[in-house]
């Protein structure tokens, strides 16, 4: 006896921009990442311009660390503009060619596509990251090392925040600042890039040196990557509130609270 397959009728495949058969609010991901995209890049421009206001005691805003000119006060005496500006372009540049960054904006911003089972707007001819600008996604690795040192700076900033004036003592802003370190480490140690750097080109790790040491830090970069879209998110709300809080204080509109 032989079984003839049922006939599932198939609904025609829906045309035009944005068309889809999909339920669910598959647009909110990507109006939530262009309103977040838009009020950070808004806020970040206008706090790096501002020159001021961007460190209280000791507390110092992220936008603006390593404070070069304060550290190379002979070396950057020349600088006559934000210092923000010789640093804020790395963890810029790192999160912009971040691969699970590029999902967002290609999504939210381009429309490329909106979503999974979403027709897309236009026709295009992508031709990959061959072209510029997107050819400049490549040096996301180079941003990589880059990141890697400012998370050092982050920490040392943590150690910073706990030496005020009378002594060692933790307030409301170190803990802000140490959440915008944690979450900043999170995020870079979870990195495709790094799991790459560790693991990458091998086909077995007993054959190369270090190879039990090797292995157990990409088993803990490799879990990391799983929740990496999330840290990114965390930490760029970090980097924010850590900046708005410090500026607040030095503002005079919040009062730092002393814990211990």
Not at 73 to 94: C, D, H, R, Y
Not at 97 to 121: G, I, K, M, Q, W
Not at 144 to 158: D, P, T
Request: hydrophobic share 45%; net charge positive.
């Amino acid at each position: 006896m032989i079984a003839h397959p049922s006939t599932v009728p198939v609904a025609p495949r829906p045309c035009g921009p944005f068309k889809t058969h999909r339920q669910d609010a598959w647009w909110g991901e990507n109006v939530f990442s262009l309103v977040t995209f838009a009020l950070f890049t808004v806020y970040t421009i206008w706090a790096v311009l501002q020159n001021t206001h961007y460190e209280w005691g000791p507390y110092l805003s992220p936008f603006y660390s390593p404070h070069l000119t304060a550290m190379f006060p002979e070396t950057f005496n020349w600088v006559k503009f934000s210092p923000a500006f010789l640093v804020i372009w790395m963890p810029l540049g790192f999160r912009a060619t971040c691969y699970f960054c590029r999902r967002v904006y290609h999504r939210a911003v381009f429309n490329d596509p909106a979503s999974c089972a979403v027709e897309l707007p236009k026709p295009i001819n992508y031709t990959g990251e061959k072209a510029f600008p997107f050819v400049l996604l490549n040096m996301h690795r180079y941003f990589l090392y880059l990141a890697l040192v400012l998370v050092v700076f982050h920490w040392s900033h943590v150690w910073q925040a706990t030496q005020f004036e009378d002594g060692f003592h933790v307030g409301l802003g170190t803990l802000v600042i140490t959440l915008d370190a944690l979450f900043l480490t999170l995020y870079v140690f979870s990195c495709h890039s790094l799991r790459h750097l560790i693991g990458g080109r091998l086909n077995h790790f007993s054959k190369s040196g270090c190879s039990q040491a090797k292995h157990t830090l990409w088993s803990v970069v490799s879990k990391l990557n799983e929740h990496h879209g999330k840290y990114f998110w965390i930490s760029l709300f970090a980097v924010w509130a850590a900046d708005a809080y410090v500026r607040l204080v030095a503002m005079g509109c919040l009062s730092d609270f002393r814990l211990f």
